[in-house]
């Protein structure tokens, strides 16, 4: 069976050979990836353990994969096109051959700087092409990426580093963002007090502000790229070694730092990116995550470079210098395909149609969106203006943890339905379960999405808590991969994400614990307690409504709403900010202390009666205060 499913037929026949044998479909589509020597056993998983071992004794290497394989065929091919945040600025088209010898200069960097097969690299960079460059240069040696996203703050960078102990952190005196400069070195300067493990930190000249270097510990990149040479032989590493860490939030507590493995991982990147997004040879395909998120991982950089595709890497904001910028560049690099989401094209849709209309979006092809449920409106918007009815829209769903796309339509093969992300891909077996943990059977039904077959990609670990990863994911429906969200699946078998059914909040496409942000609130030292709800907000998706509790009263609301948002800003970003802020004299419990969650959300979404049965409450009363005070 061919790696690209190319019409319904084929894709029918995968499906149906995924079911019958999944070890056969998955060793045919490995086989269309380099392997220095081949694997023993395809699968090896232990799913209510969460052990899982792909590819067994299988040896690859997933930059020698990206790059090297691609030489001889497409060498004078551009990998990567990279697009500043300023349009003044010149683009930059990166041929293969050229991005394999900077690939293998930084990964010497990295040698001569220490750095061995196994250490974990920090990378808190821009979205500039050192940021690629840097995490194919880890592969190459077998070291391992964490990148954090260059918006987080410094506690939370400093959080990550310290997490999985990396020895090197990459990043660069500044960034670009809209008109915004990030001082991103001073933030590393200030993460880096509390952070013994790392000896070095690279830095890309990017701003050229004035930043202070540490000696004997930073190091500008320019000056250690000279003292290399641009060859380096790719470490031939095991299916199984790690690849990556990355963080995503969890419901309470720090961050989860997700590990993602080498084999499993490469094939299903490359598989789902060649059959999600219909890419055909000399395709140019734009996603515009930032690579400090999975997305950005998989489908900015691996997924495409898997396939020898040519991928843009966007620096700036869809609204800079204006909202055209997105279609602006659509144009100018004649992008086919065009991969984003939900909150970005609720932001673009509410400005005027001419930004849309003063470009020429003909080169597209598909359109896919990720991150959130996409709703009927935003869909609509997008089908018709942007892809002028003529481009599939790939409504995919997946996470971190999940490494790659699970559920989505397949262009040209799948029928399409708005707000759905209809099917799972061949080789993905979804189950929806019931309040008494039971699968549920048939068509017309909805509750919890769980996975309940192992896949590639499926994350192998917490880094240092596999108990954590256990108890979050593999023992609410034991055997089964439980995802966090509700689903429905509807009379076609189609299925729709209904959203969270935990505490993680999806604001702007980003997934938001809400124990974290709590955390930080009441370490203002006027707050005795908080609880963050979400409520439905146009654009983004979620906002946060927060309900705090001070330990005295205080006269000064406004200052304190700043103070409570700058917290929150300084130890997580300004992503998980509030919008509204509510002083209360108590929260809603159970006798049993447990905040009632479900009635805050409740009275963020603007209900004011219907709250079920209260009288079981602790201090029923203070529902009526908190409705009468709602903001
Ligand atoms: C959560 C994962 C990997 C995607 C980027 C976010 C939500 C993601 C969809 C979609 C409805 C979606 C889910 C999921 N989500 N895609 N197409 N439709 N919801 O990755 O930060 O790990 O978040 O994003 O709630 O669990 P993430």
Not at 54 to 72: A, M, P, V
Not at 256 to 274: D, E, N, P, R
Not at 480 to 499: N, S
Not at 602 to 610: P, S, T, V, W
């Amino acid at each position: 069976m061919p790696y690209q499913f190319k019409n319904i037929f084929v894709y029918q026949s995968a499906v149906e050979k995924a079911l019958i044998d999944p070890e056969a479909f998955w060793g045919e589509i490995a086989a269309n990836f380099h392997w220095f020597s081949p694997w023993k056993k395809v699968m090896n998983c232990k799913m209510e353990l969460a052990e899982f071992n792909w590819f067994q004794e299988g040896k690859t290497n997933i930059s020698y994969n990206c790059l090297d394989r691609h030489l001889t065929e497409r060498g004078a091919q551009t990998a990567l096109i990279f697009e500043p945040n300023d349009p003044n600025e010149k683009a930059q088209h990166i041929s293969y051959t050229e991005l394999h010898a900077r690939v293998s200069q930084m990964a010497n960097v990295l040698k001569a700087n220490g750095i061995e097969k196994g250490d974990r690299v920090c990378i808190y960079l821009p979205m500039i092409p050192e940021l690629a460059i840097s995490v194919l240069a880890c592969a190459r040696i077998g070291a391992i990426h964490s990148v954090v996203f260059a918006g987080f703050s410094a506690t939370a960078l400093a959080s990550r580093i310290q997490d999985c102990t990396c020895k090197l952190i990459i990043t660069a005196d500044g960034g670009f963002r809209g008109n915004k400069e990030l001082d991103l070195k001073i933030i590393v300067d200030e993460a880096l007090l509390s952070c013994p493990s790392i000896t070095k930190s690279l830095v890309v000249k990017r701003t050229h502000s004035t930043i202070n270097m540490l000696s004997g510990r930073d190091y500008y990149l320019e000056d250690e790229l000279q003292k290399v040479t641009t060859i380096c032989e790719a470490e031939i590493m095991d299916a199984e070694d790690p690849l990556f860490i990355l963080y995503t939030s969890g419901s309470t507590g720090k961050p989860k730092g997700m590990l993602h493995s080498t084999g499993g991982y490469m094939v299903y990147a490359g598989y789902t990116f060649q059959n999600v997004f219909d890419y055909q040879e000399k395709d140019v395909f734009w996603c515009t995550a930032d690579i400090g998120w999975i997305t950005g991982h998989s489908y900015s950089v691996y997924g495409p470079l898997l396939n020898g595709a040519t991928t843009v890497l966007f620096e700036g904001i869809p609204s800079y210098p204006d909202f055209g910028r997105f279609w602006e560049i659509i144009d100018k690099h004649q992008v086919n395909q065009f991969y984003t989401a939900p909150t970005a094209i609720r932001s673009l849709a509410k400005e005027a149609l001419s930004w849309v209309e003063k470009y020429d979006l003909t080169s597209l092809r598909i359109l896919g969106s990720v991150g959130e449920p996409i709703n009927d409106e935003a869909w609509h918007w997008y089908h018709k203006n942007i892809g002028k009815e003529n481009c599939p829209i790939v409504d995919t769903w997946w996470q971190t943890e999940t490494g790659g796309i699970l559920i989505s339509p397949l262009p040209n093969i799948t029928k399409l339905k708005p707000a759905f992300a209809t099917l799972p891909l061949p080789g993905i077996k979804v189950a929806l379960m019931g309040e008494e943990k039971q699968e549920l059977i048939g068509n017309e039904v909805s509750g919890s999405l769980c996975i309940k077959f192992p896949w590639p990609s499926i994350a192998r670990t917490i880094w240092g808590d596999h108990q954590r990863y256990l108890e979050t994911y593999f023992t609410a429906f034991p055997g089964y991969y439980f995802t966090g969200d509700g689903a429905l699946r509807d009379e076609d078998g189609y299925y729709r994400i209904t959203g969270r059914v935990d505490d993680v909040i999806i604001v702007s496409g980003h997934n938001l614990g809400t124990g974290p942000i709590e955390e930080a609130i009441n370490d203002h030292t006027l707050v005795a307690e908080s609880a963050i709800v979400g409520f439905p907000h146009d654009i983004k998706g979620s906002a946060l409504y927060g309900f705090v509790i001070l330990k005295e009263e205080h006269t000064d609301h406004g200052k304190l709403r700043e103070e409570i948002n700058q917290i929150i800003s300084d130890q997580i970003g300004p992503i998980a900010k509030l919008d509204k802020i509510q002083f209360t004299s108590g929260l809603p419990k159970t006798r049993s202390g447990k905040i009632m969650r479900r009635i805050l959300r409740k009275i963020a979404e603007g209900e004011l009666e219907n709250f079920g049965d209260i009288s079981t409450l602790l201090n029923p009363e203070l529902v009526a205060e908190i409705l009468k005070d709602k903001r």
